[in-house]
């Protein structure tokens, strides 16, 4: 390019030197100085002067200006522009010194001789130069030292250089150049930081670079936010009346930070007993002096600068101490004739080891008494209570620390335990949403307070307690359906009678213990069905594929009612689910439990013979002296001998055994002692090798009175 203009001003001024070309010669070519900024340059000027000592004027010229910048003539004092006073001389004749050389300098020169005595076609010469200065990169904007950028904000950063050759501008952050991406967008010396997060403050460095060097500028990004917490606090263990230490520092812009701790939930300075005792220092750490075993548990801790939600970390303090003994009870009761506690109400930290007793200010040798015994816990345990138990009792309990003392003195008093006057029956089968009262009565000295509970999952609907102590149901709910416990307690013990709810008109109930045996390419899945609500109930198994969504559960109806099923088409080495839904003509009760299974894989050998075991069959009861006798007969098939029987029978909904070890080569067993007014159903498993049957049929059992009334339901069959 420079060629370019240097040959174009050539051509433009060829002319103008026409007429001094017979007397001075052909006009020079242009020339090129390259000089670097803050160099002395000399431009020179190639013209013929007169040989005569004619007056002449030199004149310089900068390309782009109307008028010369310099001008000297003679021994008068050379006309400078300001831009270059005190830098630009007459070197030589006609030639130009220009010293500390500027990046404004660069450009094109031209030198003129005037001839004062010669006409003006012959009275001037001159010449063409080209002035290059190449400069190192310098800043002519850049962003503040500091600047604050608020979190979740964005932020540009701006660095304009200048220097010849132009430099680059790029951004580093940690020695590493930073390029656009999500995060950053780099562009013409620009750094837009996007979604700012705590992570984002730190330095970040501007260098513009050149062949001539290079200038660098560094920016730090304050990130305005809430506080982040560096040394969170640590668990730790000490002893009573020594000094807790917990730290807590955090970081923040602004760093206006305030520390707030927590005992539990509440602020230490509101827990009278500790706020006498904490301080919190500048940093944020927690002293509590002189801990008690009071002071044990969560201690949080959460800075704030105001800015956002603070953070919270959390650490557990655990106050160890010797045992002791807290609310010892001013007198102990004790039922006659049952057995008994004299409990010691022991705190210890670590563990109790051991505990002694005084009786009547005596030491206790609890071996001098029949049927008395220390529990692992300190407690005296007596086998039946009597009048040898009265006294008064003091303990003192160890641990590795030692004991903080005796305990009260408590006077054990005798007392007539509850007795039921009325107990509650068996089994109590009533519709939904009708009312049922089961009474239950007891009476003792002092007089017992009766209550009632529902055993397993509790009962959401209304119930109440009458005056003499029955169960009244106002209006039965499906959730009322099973056992309740009658509670009677004074202060000598509590005593309970059960009893079971039968709940008729609902929906069945869940399914339970539902168990599947999985194959390659098939399950065996069977189940226990829950109370059927009065009415015959079906099944249906629902089966998904672990990895699939929620909605898409296949069901397969299960055939006759049975309580067992075969499921084929599954695939090999395949994780399933399994739940069973059960069904009556008022709708459809809860899901079971959902049962996993992995799928074997498929055999390439010759499968293993199948084993086989048939429920017993034919069980029946008949009246006898000593009881019920039940006899049934071995099952019809079994792949290997019957090692023995088990016998189960339920009053309510739950199966208990009876007996789990009848031999194999017996087949009846008498059932003794039955209670009067209940019903009872019957059913009997066979055991071979490590597999158990399905269940015969079931014999059910009413006794009333002096009579026993049997009841035959039809065999049920199971998968095997």
């Known amino acids: 390019m420079i060629w370019y203009v240097a040959t174009l001003i050539a051509s433009v001024f060829s002319t103008r030197g026409t007429a001094a070309q017979g007397a001075h010669g052909v006009r020079e070519e242009p020339q090129f100085v390259t000089a670097r900024a803050g160099e002395n340059v000399i431009l020179g000027c190639d013209v013929s002067h007169p040989l005569n000592g004619q007056p002449y004027v030199v004149e310089w010229f900068k390309y782009g200006m109307p008028i010369p910048f310099f001008i000297n003539f003679r021994f008068y004092p050379p006309h400078v522009d300001p831009e270059y006073a005190g830098r630009a001389s007459l070197h030589g004749k006609s030639s130009l010194r220009i010293e500390d050389v500027r990046s404004d300098d660069h450009g094109w020169y031209e030198c003129k001789v005037l001839m004062l005595e010669q006409q003006y076609d012959t009275f001037h010469n001159g010449s063409w130069v080209h002035l290059t200065v190449n400069a190192p990169p310098t800043f002519t904007d850049t962003p503040p030292q500091y600047v604050e950028a608020k979190e979740g904000g964005s932020i540009t950063l701006t660095c304009i250089a200048f220097g010849n050759p132009k430099p680059s501008v790029s951004w580093l952050r940690e020695g590493s150049l930073m390029v656009s991406s999500a995060k950053y967008k780099v562009s013409d010396g620009s750094l837009t930081v996007l979604s700012i997060t705590r992570e984002d403050r730190g330095a970040y460095m501007c260098r513009a670079f050149s062949p001539q060097g290079e200038a660098i500028h560094t920016t730090r990004l304050l990130v305005q936010g809430p506080p982040f917490i560096i040394s969170p606090p640590e668990n730790i263990t000490v002893n009573i009346s020594q000094d807790a230490f917990f730290t807590c520092q955090a970081e923040a812009y602004p760093r206006n930070l305030t520390y707030t701790w927590f005992w539990e939930e509440d602020n230490v300075f509101f827990k009278n007993d500790l706020k006498r005792r904490v301080s919190i220092l500048i940093d944020g750490s927690l002293i509590i002096a002189h801990v008690k075993p009071e002071d044990a548990g969560k201690y949080t801790c959460a800075p704030s600068n105001s800015l956002g939600r603070p953070p919270t970390a959390s650490a557990y303090l655990t106050v160890q101490y010797p045992a002791r003994v807290v609310n010892m009870p001013s007198v102990i009761y004790a039922a006659i004739g049952l057995p008994g506690f004299i409990r010691c109400p022991v705190d210890a930290n670590p563990p109790v080891t051991l505990v002694k007793w005084k009786k009547d200010g005596l030491p206790l040798r609890i071996d001098k008494y029949p049927g008395w015994s220390q529990m692992e816990d300190g407690s005296i345990r007596v086998a039946e209570v009597t009048e040898d138990s009265l006294g008064t009792y003091t303990c003192m309990p160890y641990n590795a620390l030692g004991s903080m003392g005796w305990s009260p003195p408590a006077p054990l008093v005798l007392k007539d335990p509850p007795k039921f006057s009325v107990v509650p029956g068996g089994v109590y089968r009533q519709e939904a949403g009708r ?45 009322d359906h099973g056992e309740w416990e009658c509670v009677a307690t004074n ?3 509590s005593i309970t009678a059960s009893t079971h709810v039968q709940v008729i008109g609902t929906s069945p109930h869940a399914p339970t213990n539902v168990h599947v045996a999985a194959f ?11 109370y059927n609500g009065g009415f015959q109930q079906t099944f249906s198994v629902w089966l998904k594929r672990e990895r699939l969504g929620p909605y898409d559960w296949l069901s397969i109806p299960v055939p006759g009612g049975h309580d067992w099923m075969v499921v084929p088409g599954l695939e090999p080495e395949t994780t399933y689910q399994f739940s069973i839904l059960a069904q009556n003509k008022l709708g459809t009760g809860p899901f079971s439990e959902v049962v996993t299974v992995n799928t074997l894989v498929f055999p390439t050998s010759t499968p293993e013979p199948l084993v086989l075991l048939t429920p017993p069959r034919c069980l029946t009861a008949n009246r006898t002296q000593q009881g019920v006798l039940l006899t049934w007969i071995p099952p019809a098939n079994h792949t290997a001998p019957i090692q023995h029987y088990v016998m189960e029978f339920r009053l309510g909904e739950r199966w208990e055994v009876l007996d789990d070890s009848i031999p194999a080569g017996e087949t009846e067993l008498v059932a003794r002692d039955l209670i009067q007014e209940a019903w009872y159903e019957f059913r009997v498993m066979a055991i071979m090798d490590d597999m158990i049957s399905e269940p015969s049929n079931v014999v059910g059992v009413s006794s009333t009175g002096n009579s026993i009334k049997i009841f035959r339901q039809a065999p049920t069959t199971r998968g095997v």
């Open 435 to 479: 009312e049922l009262v089961i009474p239950c009565e007891a009476e003792g000295d002092p007089f017992p307070n009766i209550t009632w509970r529902k055993v397993g999952k509790p009962s959401k609907s209304k119930h109440n307690v009458l005056p003499r102590g029955s169960l009244q149901l106002k209006s039965l709910t499906k959730e």
């Open 520 to 530: 390659s390419t098939l399950a065996n899945v069977s189940w226990e069905a829950g």
């Open 491 to 493: 202060v000598a013990t």
